[in-house]
Structure formats: structure tokens, C-alpha cells
């Protein structure tokens, strides 16, 4: 099928999308924080890159209690990170070089410190009041909501000056907004048409599953909740105002510009997820769901990674059903890494030094030939990999932090917690961006506000920026296969094998043209036979090995081996 023949083409089901975490990018005046200078300082490396879109964690006005997620005026910049001038020049210089920008959307919650909620919480009466979500204390304490990164696990706070509780189901200082509220929706609206007027491409939406509640906090059992929802994410995604919510926002603004809307989707459910992206509801564009980035942990009094490693025919299974929910209408997104998980080539790859650049590399061919838009962690493309710090002293996230100090109030295993953070914990993916062996990897010239991971001597941009056979140069190259070949942006995926325990074979078809996509995920290599009638000797468009083994019944995988291939069907 030609490309010019293929129904309900966008560009950004056809964009890579590369998200750049401000803070550890570039630093450019030694303050030890990244900031939009510096990323201006390197649009051309994003160019080199051969990306389509960036996307940049929240840089608005922010006291940084969550590294930004917690938005004290969402039309003025951080003071740490620049201007709104130099905000305007990086979005002049991304467009000049055919990069979009998109931004992120935070409005399940704001800072404390923002105006609104500082008018909220000063009296009852006040016309801000119900832009938050307060329980009067008359009423007695407020039903159970647990809080992600709150020290006490409670999602209520008791605030003395007008006797009430207020919700928040992140931390203390991010207050959650009332969407039921039709003023504070307007004022949102308003909001988003500012930073599409100055030509933003687009929101990739934080939490935006959770944005309406059930105004009457009904009480919970936890066997409630783990009966109807699974956990309480599923809980906070569940309530049907959410596509009222979402409906409203596509007819008031996002409808009217030519923009990507991308739900961050925690706690929803395959057929929820559905509506979100099904054009004909007019919602949003895409979604990214968690599900793949629960394999492989083990719950229990906090997540850690299984040491044992994770199922791969789990994963082939998670990602194959997400893949069929966006097929037939929508589309998907699909990631392996982003500042809220460790790093790709850790949690998924190999990221010691025998398999570190062959697991990187098929990691990065699995994200960039499957039906969906890739969004790819900065990065990874260099084999950054897990720092796995020892000490919480080094950790800045309140995640860790607040989560460290609730089992130490619990009387918890300290000790097994920090462990499990090595493999787990956010921090490990937001270490300063390695540009090159110098100390501080080329990021600043002051102290980091993370430190650098010390492996930035091995790997960085410098030393695999001119080398044929680095991640970086096989990254670049799988852009360019998968831009040159319709077939892996809009074909249809097949899985093959699917109890296979190393292999994740699968192809594209489109028309009569299809592709036959190998990737061993084990550290052993195999003799694999193809399922199915297919011709061996097909040409290989990408292979992050120097050669490989055909016969006429099977093909030699080296481990961690992934191939590209034209195939025929031969019966
Ligand atoms: O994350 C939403 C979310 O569900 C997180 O609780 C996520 O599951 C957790 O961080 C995984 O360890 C978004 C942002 O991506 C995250 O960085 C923010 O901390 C959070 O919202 C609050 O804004
Ligand atoms: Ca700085």
C-alpha cells in the first residue's frame, strides 16, 4: 500500500517524540541546574537526533517540592530554569529546525503556594474556595484517600485556619484541583489556549486520569477497592466525569488547533483508555498506559523490581493487548523509560558491561517498530543507565524521601527499602545527562543538584557521537528505518511465538509489504526457528550485531540480538 493510499494519517502518530527532563539536560550558568539556555545550547544534537517532537517536564513557576509538578503560576517560567524570552527562543529555535514542542500539562493539582490556593485556604467564603477539594472537620475526619508520596500515606491534610482538610493525593504541597468546578475548568482552558497562541505544539497531560472525583468521599475498605479497582490508582481513574471533563476540553481548545494531546494514564483500564483516543468521542489523541511498567515488580510493604527478573511472556502479552486496544480505533504511545521509572537499559536491557550496547540497542529497536508513537527517554540513547544510590542522603526525590521516612516510622527494613530503590526508584533515570568524560559529564561547571553517574567516563554523546557502532549511531539509524518504511508506522502487528521465554517476534503488514521484527531479550544466544511460512533469506534493513546467522530452518540469535527484516509469506 503507497503511504499517499493510508486512511486517517497524522503527524503525530508518524512523530518520535524524545523527552528531555530540563533539570539534568544542560546546564548553562553554574548554578548545577539545567535550564532552557542550555538546552538551546544543544538543539542541534536534538536535531542530530532526527526526533520529530520534544517534549519538557513541567517548566513553569514551581517551589520544585516535586521537581516541578507542582505549579505556583502556570504562565510564567521557573526562575531556575530562565525567562518566558528564553522560553520563546528555544520554541523559535526547535521550530526552525522541524522539532516541535510539547509541553506538560499539570492540572490534577497546583502548588500550595499558588494564588488560588492561597485565597482557598483563607477562608471559607472565599471565591476560590471550591477550586480545591475541603472537608469541614464539624463532619469528622475525612473518609481514607491514600496519598502517593505523602509521609503519612494520608491523601487528607487538617489546616487550622478555616478548621477544614483539604485532598491531595500527591504530596502535601500539591493540593488537588476541584474539576467539578466549572469556573476553575475555564480558567485551565484559558491557560492552555496562552501556550497554544505562542505556538505549542501540544500537552502531554499529568495525571490527568484522576482529575474528577466522587464529590462524596465515600468510605473505602482496602478489600473494596482491591475487589472493584485492583489498587487505588485504578480507584482515582475510574470516575465517569473524566470524559465529560475531557469532552469539554477537546470543544472549548483543543479542537481548534493542530496540536498532540497525550494522556499520562495511571490506574486506567484498557476499555476506559479506549474512549479516551477513539476519535469519534473527540477526547484526546493518544494515551500511555502503566501496565507494562508493573512487570517484573513485586508488591509488598513498597514496589521493588523481582531480582529474579521479569516474564517476557508477560510483557509480550501486555504490550500485544495494549497494541490491539489502540488498533482498531485511536492510537498508542509506547515507552519503556520516562523520569518516573529507573533506566530502560537496567530495568529491562542488560546494563553490565558484556550486554549493556547489544540490550540498549534492542530495546530501542522493540520501541521504534511497534504500532504506536514512541515516546523515548533522553538518554537512553547513550545506554544511560540506573545510578543506584546507597545512601537516601543522595536521593532528591520526594518519592524516596517521603517513602524512606514512612517505613522508617513504621519501623520498617530501611535498609531492604533503599536496597529496592536501586532498581526502582525515579531518581535513577534523572541523573545529569552525559555529554562527555569530563567531570560532572559535561552538564555544569557548578555542583549538579544529582549527582552524575560515574559511568559518564564510558558512556557519553562525546564518545559515541562519531562511532558507527554505538548506541547513539544505531539510534539514529533505527529513526531512519523506521521513517523510510511506512509498514512500521502504520502496519498492522501480529505476534508470533507468544510463549516463547526469550524471543519477542512479531511482524508488520501493510498491503503486501511485511516485516518480520527478532528480538532475543535473553542473554543466551539460540537457534530459532520462525513460526509460520516464512522465506529466511530476507533482506535485513537493521541489526545491532555486525552479522547473522541464517539457515534454511532457523536463524542464530546472538544475545540480546535484534533484527529488522523484509519477509515474504510463502504460503
Ligand atoms: O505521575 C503520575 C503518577 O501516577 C505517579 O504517581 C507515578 O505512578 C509514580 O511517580 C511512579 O513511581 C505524574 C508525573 O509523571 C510524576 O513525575 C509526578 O510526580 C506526579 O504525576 C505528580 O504530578
Ligand atoms: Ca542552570
Redesign the pocket.
Known amino acids: 500500500m503507497k503511504y499517499e493510499d493510508i486512511p486517517n494519517k497524522k503527524w503525530w502518530k508518524e512523530a518520535i517524540v524524545y523527552q528531555v527532563y530540563p533539570r539534568s539536560f544542560k546546564d548553562s550558568n553554574a548554578d548545577g541546574i539545567g535550564d532552557l539556555r542550555g538546552m538551546i545550547s544543544k538543539m542541534d544534537y536534538l536535531q542530530s537526533l532526527g526526533i520529530d517532537v520534544v517534549w519538557i517536564?513541567p517548566v513553569y513557576a514551581s517551589p520544585n517540592d516535586?521537581?516541578g509538578?507542582?505549579i505556583s503560576d502556570y504562565q510564567d517560567i521557573m526562575k531556575e530554569f530562565g525567562t518566558m524570552e528564553d522560553f520563546d527562543e528555544l520554541l523559535d529555535g526547535l521550530h526552525k529546525r522541524n522539532i516541535r514542542l510539547v509541553m506538560?500539562l499539570?492540572v490534577?493539582?497546583t502548588s500550595d503556594e499558588h494564588e488560588w490556593f492561597r485565597q482557598s485556604k483563607s477562608s471559607r467564603k472565599n471565591p476560590y474556595r471550591n477550586y480545591y477539594h475541603w472537608w469541614p472537620a464539624e463532619k469528622g475526619r475525612p473518609p481514607h484517600r491514600p496519598s502517593?508520596?505523602d509521609e503519612k500515606g494520608s491523601g487528607w491534610q487538617y489546616d487550622r485556619k478555616t478548621n477544614s482538610f483539604y485532598l491531595h493525593i500527591?504530596?502535601i504541597k500539591?493540593p488537588d484541583l476541584n474539576w467539578e468546578n466549572p469556573q476553575l475548568r475555564k480558567e485551565i482552558y484559558d491557560m492552555m489556549r496562552f501556550w497554544f497562541d505562542k505556538g505549542v505544539d501540544g500537552f502531554r497531560m499529568?495525571?490527568i486520569t484522576?482529575i474528577a472525583k466522587d464529590e462524596n468521599f465515600p468510605e473505602f475498605t482496602e478489600d473494596a477497592i482491591q475487589e472493584e479497582y485492583g489498587e487505588w490508582?485504578g480507584y482515582y481513574a475510574s470516575h465517569p466525569r473524566l470524559h465529560d471533563y475531557l469532552h469539554e476540553m477537546h470543544k472549548e481548545v483543543l479542537y481548534k488547533y493542530d496540536i498532540m494531546a497525550v494522556a499520562?494514564g495511571?490506574?486506567i483500564s484498557p476499555e476506559e483508555a479506549h474512549k479516551i483516543v477513539d476519535p469519534s468521542r473527540h477526547e484526546l489523541n493518544m494515551l500511555y498506559h502503566?501496565e507494562g511498567?508493573g512487570i517484573g515488580y513485586v508488591w509488598g510493604e513498597f514496589?521493588r523490581v523481582d531480582p529474579d527478573g521479569y516474564d517476557l511472556v508477560k510483557f509480550k502479552e501486555v504490550y500485544t493487548k495494549w497494541n490491539d486496544v489502540f488498533a482498531r480505533k485511536g492510537w498508542g504511545t509506547i515507552y519503556l523509560g520516562?523520569?518516573?521509572?529507573p533506566r530502560m537499559v537496567s530495568r529491562w536491557g542488560n546494563d553490565g558491561a558484556e550486554f549493556k550496547a547489544p540490550s540498549a540497542k534492542m530495546l530501542i529497536t522493540f520501541l521504534f517498530t511497534m504500532h504506536a508513537t514512541p515516546f523515548f527517554y533522553f538518554g537512553d540513547e547513550i545506554g544511560m543507565s540506573n545510578i543506584r544510590f546507597d545512601k537516601i542522603s543522595d536521593y532528591r526525590d520526594?518519592?524516596t524521601i517521603n517513602m524512606y521516612k514512612q517505613i522508617k516510622r513504621k519501623k520498617g527494613d530501611v535498609k531492604r527499602f533503599l536496597e529496592n530503590q536501586k532498581g526502582?526508584a525515579?531518581d535513577n533515570s534523572r541523573t545529569p545527562f552525559q555529554w562527555d568524560g569530563s567531570p560532572n559529564a559535561g552538564f555544569t561547571k557548578g555542583v549538579p543538584w544529582l549527582k552524575v553517574n560515574p559511568n559518564h567516563t564510558e558512556y557519553n554523546v562525546e564518545l559515541q557521537d562519531e562511532d558507527p557502532d554505538s548506541i547513539l549511531n544505531y539510534f539514529r539509524k533505527m529513526i531512519r528505518v523506521r521513517k523510510a518504511h511506512p509498514v512500521l508506522l502504520y502496519g498492522f502487528y501480529h505476534l508470533l511465538d507468544k510463549e516463547h521465554k526469550q524471543v519477542y517476534a512479531y511482524t508488520r503488514t501493510l498491503g503486501d509489504e511485511k516485516f518480520l521484527i527478532l528480538l532475543n531479550f535473553s542473554r543466551e544466544s539460540l537457534d530459532y526457528k520462525i513460526p509460520g511460512a516464512f522465506r529466511h533469506d530476507e533482506e535485513i534493513l537493521i541489526n545491532n550485531y555486525k552479522t547473522c546467522e541464517q539457515h534454511k530452518d532457523k536463524i542464530h540469535l546472538q544475545p540480546y540480538q535484534g533484527i529488522v527484516m523484509q519477509a515474504k509469506q510463502i504460503s
Open positions: 517536564n516535586d521537581n509538578y507542582d506538560d499539570v490534577n493539582h502517593f508520596f500527591f504530596s500539591q499529568d495525571a484522576f490508582s499520562e495511571p490506574g502503566f511498567m514496589k520516562n523520569h518516573d521509572q520526594i518519592e526502582s525515579r
